[in-house]
Nanobody
Framework: QVQLVESGGGLVQAGGSLRLSCLAS????????MGWYRQAPGKQRELVARITSGGSTNYADSVKGRFTISGDNAKNLVYLQMNSLKPEDTSIYYC???????????WGKGTLVTVSS
């Protein structure tokens, strides 16, 4: 069993920055992929960024150059540094963990990010 808890959301003006955190607890495999997804009202959930336990990363085209995902395996923490925020980044951001060999897929409850114009 794995639990994910997000934090760091809030209200920020366009051009500002926020850092989201995801704390994972429970039976976490050594091989895994953690990611940040977002879902705005009336829209589908989309992948924002992901990072493997080996440190490789991927980003959605819409956030490349602005967002950075990083992790601290020893502390079971994953971060999403969001810079140059735009109103279209407004969404609920969800932390996700996929265990190696397809043994698990877990989600946090989300944290709201609102970017004002």
């Amino acid at each position: 069993q794995v639990q994910l808890v997000e934090s760091g959301g809030g209200l920020v003006q366009a051009g500002g920055s926020l850092r989201l955190s995801c704390l994972a607890s429970g039976s976490i495999s050594s091989r895994n992929v953690m990611g940040w997804y977002r879902q705005a009202p009336g829209k589908q959930r989309e992948l924002v960024a992901r990072i493997t336990s080996g440190g490789s990363t991927n980003y959605a085209d819409s956030v490349k150059g602005r967002f950075t995902i990083s992790g601290d395996n020893a502390k079971n923490l994953v971060y999403l540094q969001m810079n140059s925020l735009k109103p279209e980044d407004t969404s609920i951001y969800y932390c996700n963990l996929k265990q190696g060999y397809g043994t698990g897929d877990y989600w946090g409850k989300g944290t709201l990010v609102t970017v004002s114009s």
